[in-house]
């Protein structure tokens, strides 16, 4: 099997001499170009205040193996793209962005990027975040005793999920926190350092994106009592939990949203918007 060299950039110290410069600050970037690559130069492409600036990077260093190429980027806003363009030896050029090598126009969406924001704490830089959807993950032995909201629908383990439509977010598998606390060897014997929690608030759904309340665990995945129980587990085996808290939207269960449609002059009656076409049925409720 032949594997074909790439140039190459990331964000690490070796291609990035300030992973957090400063407003103003110019940084030092740098492209490794192995010698099989059919690219003889490099050129770096970046926007300021609407204007497209290209910066010509200079080689540095090379040997039998590989070249390298550094150039200087201004960080003209907090978060500042670029890309770099390869100049072939055959007169052409491809681009080189976040996602790879390309021989066609790209769009700037996917550019490397620099902040001046503070980096992350070392314990996200220099470990592994593994997602679990708890619903999907492990039952614990306490799955049978559960009781099961209206909208649930058990389901086998061995169902494949629906992908979409009314089912996908009412297929009850029985996953629970309990269950991934059983498993936390299993993830950390792959190298992950964090587990990363979907949604655990009691919601009308397993995926919990439209939660009811945020001051309380999911009964269906143990309650409070299981969330700091896997707390525990975690920190014990020198692992970190994380959670994603989606304070921006909640489900039409939420008790503000209850009061606000069920009292015109409740004070959560002013966190929403409510548009009434008939006097006795909400049509829509969003937030303010």
Request: charged share 25%.
């Amino acid at each position: 099997m032949t594997m074909t060299l790439m140039p190459h950039h990331d964000g690490s110290s070796l291609y990035v001499s300030d992973s957090t410069p400063k407003l103003g600050q110019v940084v030092r970037v740098r492209v490794r170009m192995p010698n099989a690559c059919p690219y003889e130069g490099v050129r770096m492409l970046s926007v300021s205040d609407a204007d497209i600036h290209m910066e010509p990077l200079r080689l540095i260093a090379s040997d039998e193996r590989e070249r390298w190429f550094e150039g200087s980027l201004p960080m003209h806003n907090p978060v500042t793209g670029y890309r770099f363009m390869l100049l072939r030896r055959d007169g052409g050029f491809d681009w080189l962005n976040g996602t790879g090598v390309w021989s066609h126009e790209v769009s700037d969406a996917d550019n490397f990027r620099l902040t001046v924001f503070p980096s992350s704490p070392e314990w996200n830089v220099n470990g592994a975040v593994y997602q679990v959807f708890p619903d999907r993950f492990a039952r614990s032995p306490r799955y049978g005793s559960r009781s099961i909201p209206r909208w649930a629908v058990p389901t086998s383990w061995r169902h494949v999920p629906s992908s979409g439509g009314p089912m996908a977010g009412r297929e009850w598998y029985g996953g629970d926190l309990d269950g991934i606390r059983e498993h936390l060897d299993h993830i950390r014997g792959l190298g992950f350092s964090v587990v990363y929690l979907t949604p655990f608030f009691p919601a009308g759904s397993v995926h919990r994106y439209d939660a009811s309340s945020f001051d309380r665990v999911d009964p269906l995945l143990g309650g409070d009592d299981a969330l700091k129980a896997l707390a525990r587990a975690c920190h014990e085996k020198g692992m970190r939990l994380m959670g994603d808290l989606t304070l921006n939207h909640t489900g039409s269960g939420h008790e503000w949203l209850r009061q606000a449609r069920g009292n015109a002059d409740s004070p959560e009656r002013d966190l929403a918007l409510i548009n009434i076409s008939e006097p006795t049925r909400l049509r829509r409720i969003s937030y303010a």
